[in-house]
């Protein structure tokens, strides 16, 4: 008998690294490049909204499926950026976070025993999501350094018992974006094999460079297959309001109601109203997400490349990949990382826990750059001068 009441199949997701690394970042007064969070203000006319949301007194429980306002503003995003049309009484639900989207997603569409198929290495809740609901969590790897991925290798994961395809692009935590021909061969999958597809697009906005981003649920045959999930966290830097939504059509939506309804009921009505704001700026404040990242992108590499690490290509999010072979550290990224905020004043991931086979990922780290470029500059700096044991 061990000591946890905790039921045995969560038993191995008890602390997220991001919890773990961001206290080491805080004992150790550490630049955190580890958890994914952004240091610029959001835009002044979304937090103004909700400033003003909370003061005309928008402070009791939205409706299940999200203010009307909010509701709105997502299918018009949806429209106005990838043409897809969409009734946002029956085919828009607002979330806790792109978080509580997927888990009720997967609560709601995954049988106890059904197998979910998503990239690896994967966010951390995917598979936390996949064990809550009984199911049996499966990974396709993503080859690095252009973390490539062989559409052979996705068919040959299909089984019987497979019921959903996790899709994240842009990517966390590689900052691949999914080619058009990789988006094609498991949407291919997906319709071949009666699949689900979720797609996790909260880096949407996010995207550098020549790559652009396909939302899978523009490809033909696929919105009737899709459940797409997006949150303001990361396109409006606000993560701590905690606002996602689903969009896909309404039988989905309506399966996945009956799941968020028992988790939250409805969240965050000033945020919304926020939300709402963002979602209607202009083409223009958009576009100045993806340059600004891009431009962050490139001083962080270029940090670490003078630091000695060799670091993989990033196409979007706020994300990169190192590894830290080259700088002859005794250990694995997870040693590496739990004493770099003492070693060098600063904080970063091992890599290995998002791969369900984590000695093939030993050497690699991520590193966050949604940090202002001085931040950066200091973060290389200091690493740069890291003595190794
Ligand atoms: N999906 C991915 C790929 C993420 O990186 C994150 C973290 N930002 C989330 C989902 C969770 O988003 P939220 O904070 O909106 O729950
Ligand atoms: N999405 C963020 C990341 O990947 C972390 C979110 C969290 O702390 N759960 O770093």
């Known amino acids: 008998m061990t000591d946890t009441p905790l039921i045995e199949r969560l038993r191995g997701f008890t602390t997220t690294i991001f919890s773990e690394m961001s206290q080491l970042a805080t004992k150790h007064g550490a630049i955190n490049l580890g958890q994914g969070f952004p240091d610029a203000p959001g835009p002044r006319e979304v937090l103004d909204e909700a400033v003003r949301a909370i003061r005309a007194g928008a402070n009791q429980y939205p409706p299940?499926?999200?203010?009307?306002?909010?509701?709105?503003?997502?299918?018009?995003?949806?429209?106005?950026?990838?043409?897809?049309?969409?009734?946002?009484l029956s085919q828009v639900m607002i979330s806790a976070g792109a978080t509580e989207a997927m888990s009720a997603a997967i609560l709601a569409l995954c049988e106890f025993g059904d197998e979910v198929i998503a990239l690896e290495p994967s966010y951390d809740c995917y598979a936390g999501a996949v064990a809550m609901a009984g199911g049996v969590f499966r990974q396709v790897r993503l080859h690095e350094p252009a973390y490539t991925l062989d559409l052979v290798e996705l068919e040959a994961a299909v089984t019987p018992r497979t019921?959903?395809?996790?899709?994240?692009?842009?990517?966390?935590?590689?900052?691949?974006?999914?080619t058009p021909e990789e988006l094609q061969g498991i949407a291919d999958v997906a319709i071949r094999h009666d699949l689900i597809v979720l797609t996790d697009e909260v880096y949407e906005h996010m995207v550098f460079d020549d790559h652009r981003h396909i939302p899978i649920a523009t490809l033909?045959?696929?919105?009737?297959?899709?459940v797409t999930i997006s949150s303001a966290g990361k396109t409006f830097s606000v993560t701590g309001w905690k606002i996602g939504w689903l969009t896909g059509p309404a039988r989905f939506i309506d399966a996945i109601h009956t799941t968020k309804q028992n988790m939250t009921y409805a969240n965050g009505t000033p945020f919304q109203h926020g939300v709402a704001v963002g979602l209607a700026l202009p083409d223009e404040r958009f576009g100045a997400i993806g340059a600004g990242y891009q431009a962050l992108r490139d001083v962080l590499a270029e940090g670490l490349v003078a630091a000695g690490f060799d670091v993989h290509p990033v196409g979007g999010t706020f994300f990169m990949m190192?590894?830290?072979?080259?700088?002859?550290?005794?250990?694995?990224?997870?040693?590496?990382?739990?004493?770099?905020?003492?070693?060098?004043?600063?904080?970063?991931?091992?890599?290995?826990?998002f791969y369900g086979e984590p000695q093939s990922a030993e050497n690699l780290i991520r590193f966050c750059f949604g940090k202002r470029p001085e931040v950066l500059a200091e973060a290389a700096a200091r690493l740069a001068r890291m003595s190794m044991p």
Do not use: K, W
């Not at 009307?68 to 990838?82: K, L, T």
């Not at 019921?163 to 999914?178: A, C, E, F, K, Q």
């Open 322 to 353: 190192a590894d830290i072979s080259p700088l002859g550290f005794p250990g694995d990224g997870y040693e590496f990382c739990r004493q770099l905020p003492e070693r060098a004043g600063v904080a970063a991931i091992p890599a290995q826990v």
């Open 64 to 88: 299940g499926h999200g203010i009307p306002e909010m509701r709105r503003a997502v299918a018009d995003h949806q429209h106005r950026f990838y043409g897809i049309e969409l009734d946002p």
């Open 163 to 178: 019921r959903i395809i996790i899709v994240n692009s842009p990517h966390n935590p590689t900052g691949h974006v999914l």
């Open 220 to 226: 033909p045959g696929m919105f009737e297959r899709t």
